[in-house]
C-alpha cells in the first residue's frame, strides 16, 4: 500500500521559509509513473491543490496563490517530495498534505483531491505576522 508521510511543519513568522518533505512508502511501478502533489487546509476551508510534479520529465505545476513562492522537486530515488516555501504569509497557516496519484494521465488533471489516491497524515505550518 503507497503510503505518503509528511515532515518538516511548524511555526513561522511572516517573510520566513520552510522546508516540507513527504516520503512515500511501498511505493508500486504504477505510482512511480505518476503524480504526487501537495496541498493544504486551513480550519473552515476546502482542501486547496498547491503544487504537482509529473514523476516522468519532473513538469511542475503550481497553485496562482503560491506561485513564485513554492517549489517543489523529487530526489532521484523518487520517493522523497520536497516542498521548500519562501515568503511565507499568514494566510499560508494550514494542515499540509502531501499524496500520490497513478494515473497516466495526471500532468493534465487540475490539482484538485479527487484525483489523488494515496495521502498523508498532514503537518501543521503556522506563519504568525
Known amino acids: 500500500q503507497v503510503q505518503p508521510v509528511e515532515s518538516g511543519g511548524g511555526s513561522v513568522q511572516a517573510g520566513g521559509s520552510l522546508r516540507l518533505s513527504c516520503v512515500v512508502s511501498?511505493?508500486?511501478?504504477?505510482?512511480?509513473?505518476?503524480?504526487m502533489g501537495w496541498f493544504r487546509q486551513a480550519p473552515g476551508k476546502e482542501r486547496e491543490g498547491l503544487a504537482r510534479?509529473?514523476?516522468?520529465?519532473?513538469?511542475?505545476y503550481y497553485a496562482d496563490s503560491v506561485k513564485g513562492r513554492f517549489t517543489v522537486s523529487q530526489d532521484n530515488a523518487k520517493n522523497t517530495l520536497t516542498l521548500q516555501m519562501k515568503s511565507l504569509k499568514p494566510e499560508d497557516t494550514a494542515m499540509y498534505y502531501c499524496?500520490?496519484?497513478?494515473?497516466?494521465?495526471?500532468?493534465?488533471?487540475?490539482?484538485?483531491?479527487?484525483?489523488?489516491?494515496?495521502w498523508g497524515q498532514g503537518t501543521q505550518v503556522t506563519v504568525s505576522s
Open positions: 499524496a500520490a496519484t497513478s494515473r497516466p494521465t495526471c500532468y493534465a488533471d487540475p490539482i484538485e483531491r479527487q484525483f489523488f489516491g494515496a
Open positions: 511501498g511505493y508500486t511501478y504504477s505510482y512511480s509513473r505518476g503524480c
Open positions: 510534479f509529473f514523476t516522468i520529465g519532473g513538469s511542475t
